[in-house]
């Protein structure tokens, strides 16, 4: 069969754009990335705010210029870019029916493919709050989109669900655009979100947030009149008797953002539960051999400079397929979340690929440890690696990395274990 | 001798920091775990700044507002004198990344630049 295409990235978000170059830099030489939006940059043309390449950069960018820096690369080494393109559904085999509003609907197929559809917001449905179902219920990307882009503000008066980074960057530029956000309710004890939104923006313009608040009611009519928040136990139970009414015209959710992985569900790709991304070796590299997958398709991420570094790696393991040069995986090393961690990505090792590059292990800790930790990874009866710091929540993405030096006992041990705990502990 | 509290957001440590101050004078920070941390209080506590990033109106472009950002941070105290000029600023397309949109603005020697090609 005559392949159209050596590598085949799917979404031009950071993820996509750093697979796409990392490919082409790897020695693919046809590599294409397919975008269903008209131009390419994914959620960081909506994020306006700075902080974006502290690490890549050494600079504080906002998210549109950190975006624009890759295209402008992407575009200088030759990519090609397939926009207002919406791939619906891929194939084992590494097909892809495409549909387009100028071409219709039509297929091409590649040597490896790159999934980096990102993630979506959760909505109201998915955390079920009750009432009646008036306008001005949106999330607080949708919002994001609106304001900073499409120049429309959805409302006047906001309550925002959600201590999220998401919910409190909007909080802060609905007050810069003349808005009132009334409080930012979150139903758990600790912030969701980074301390420094925290401070910039809901302590910076007087923002009150509500820790183990939620919202308990929706009302109004045809449009949002107010909601009823209420105090929450530790169970999450509604505590009786601390229901109080904030007038507001239009809520916004701020509760979480899934993987976006419809087509990967579609062509029987593994996907792990707890993360609701594909299941990936170090490489990225999904349960199909030349399916490959980076950024917030496979977990959420809170910094982009990791979602670039995870495209890099996806790419350049996608560029090494298209040419035949990477082995395909035997069997490989599992690895478990221990001790208070949530998920550890890669989920697997593939033992062939453990040679001279070192490999990092992405977790998220269950529940905030306020304390100096212990990060360790061990087979089931030995330390191999361990680094310290001074606490972990689960809203930071913590890292240890496994050296060449310790692929001898990774691979004697079979299976790891990433285990988070305090140091009092041990 | 007046206290005030502040969030160290220097790094994601996020350390509670004391200044203690005697007019305008920084005369201890207490709570930092570092030096980075003990500047920021110090700032903090006489004269905070920010990076600003927003959008102004944009004509003959994929979209109708161009997204700007701060070319360093400003004092907090010129945030909304800095926005009402934003306001009023209008641009026509193409601009590239990092045009100057406004020079020296509100007088704080901090240039606008555009945050993407439009
Ligand atoms: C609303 C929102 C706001 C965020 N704000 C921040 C923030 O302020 N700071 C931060 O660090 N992170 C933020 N994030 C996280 C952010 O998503 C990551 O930092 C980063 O942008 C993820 O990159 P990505 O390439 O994985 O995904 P994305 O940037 O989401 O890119 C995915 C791309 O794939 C395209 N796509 C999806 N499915 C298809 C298909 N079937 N066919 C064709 N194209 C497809 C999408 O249109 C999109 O352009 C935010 C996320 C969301 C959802
Ligand atoms: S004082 Fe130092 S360690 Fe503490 S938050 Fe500030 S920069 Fe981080």
Request: proline share 5%; charged share 25%; net charge neutral.
């Amino acid at each position: 069969m005559k392949h159209n295409y050596d590598v085949v990235v799917i979404g031009a978000g950071p993820a996509g754009l750093a697979s796409a170059i990392e490919a082409k830099k790897a020695g693919a030489e046809k590599v294409l990335v397919i975008e269903r939006d008209r131009e390419p940059g994914g959620i960081l043309l909506q994020c306006i705010h700075n902080g974006f390449g502290l690490h890549t950069f050494k600079e504080d960018l906002p998210g549109p210029a950190y975006a624009q820096r890759f295209i402008d690369e992407a575009r200088a080494l030759g990519i090609d870019f397939m926009l207002d393109t919406m791939v619906m559904e891929i194939t084992p085999e590494r097909l892809l029916w495409l549909s387009s509003a100028r071409k219709g609907y039509f297929s091409i197929d590649a040597k490896a493919i790159v999934l980096a559809m990102g993630c979506r917001e959760r909505t109201r449905p998915q955390i079920r709050i009750p009432g009646m179902r008036p306008a001005g219920v949106f999330t607080a990307g949708t919002a994001q989109r609106w304001v900073n882009v499409q120049g429309f503000m959805p409302g006047k008066r906001f309550v925002i669900l959600g201590s999220g980074d998401i919910g409190m960057i909007m909080a802060r530029r609905l007050t810069l655009e003349g808005a009132r956000v009334e409080s930012v309710l979150e139903v758990q004890s600790y912030l969701s979100g980074l301390m420094r939104n925290y401070v910039q923006c809901l302590e910076d313009w007087n923002v009150p947030l509500h820790l183990r608040h939620t919202v308990k009611r929706v009302i109004g009519k045809n449009r949002v009149e107010a909601v009823e928040a209420v105090a929450v136990d530790e169970k999450w139970q509604f505590v009786p008797g601390t229901e109080r009414i904030i007038p507001c015209d239009t809520l916004l959710l701020s509760v979480g953002l899934i993987p976006e992985n419809e087509l990967s569900k579609k062509a029987g790709i593994l996907l792990s539960a707890v993360t609701g991304g594909p299941v990936v070796d170090q490489n990225f590299q999904t349960n199909f051999p030349g399916i490959f997958a980076a950024g917030n398709v496979v977990h959420v991420y809170d910094l982009v400079d990791y979602v670039s570094e995870a495209g890099n790696q996806a790419g350049h393991g996608a560029a090494l397929f298209a040419n035949g040069t990477l082995a395909k995986p035997q069997k490989s090393i599992k690895v478990n979340a221990g001790k208070n961690v949530r998920y550890v990505v890669p989920q697997f090792l593939d033992p062939q690929a453990l040679k001279d590059e070192a490999i990092v292990l992405q977790c998220r800790v269950t529940q905030p440890i306020e304390e100096d930790v212990w990060f360790e990874v061990r087979s089931e009866s030995q330390s191999i690696v361990r680094r310290s710091d001074r606490y972990a929540r689960p809203g930071e993405m913590v890292s240890v990395k496994l050296t060449p030096s310790m692929f001898d006992d990774v691979l004697k041990a079979g299976e790891l274990f990433l285990d988070i705990y305090a140091k009092s502990e041990a | 001798m007046e206290e005030k509290n502040f969030i160290c957001t220097a790094c994601p440590m996020g350390c509670k920091l004391i200044v203690r101050l005697d007019g305008n004078e920084v005369v201890q920070v207490l709570g930092h775990r570092c030096r980075r941390g003990e500047n920021y209080g110090a700032q903090e506590a006489t004269t905070p700044k920010r990076m600003l990033a927003t959008t102004v109106r944009a004509r003959g472009g994929l979209h109708p507002l161009l997204p700007v950002y701060t070319s360093a941070e400003v004092p907090k105290a010129k945030m909304q004198e800095i926005l009402a000029i934003l306001r009023d600023v209008d641009i026509t397309c193409p601009v590239k990344m990092g045009d100057v949109i406004l020079k020296d603005i509100a007088d704080t020697g901090v240039d606008i630049l555009a945050s993407r090609d439009l």
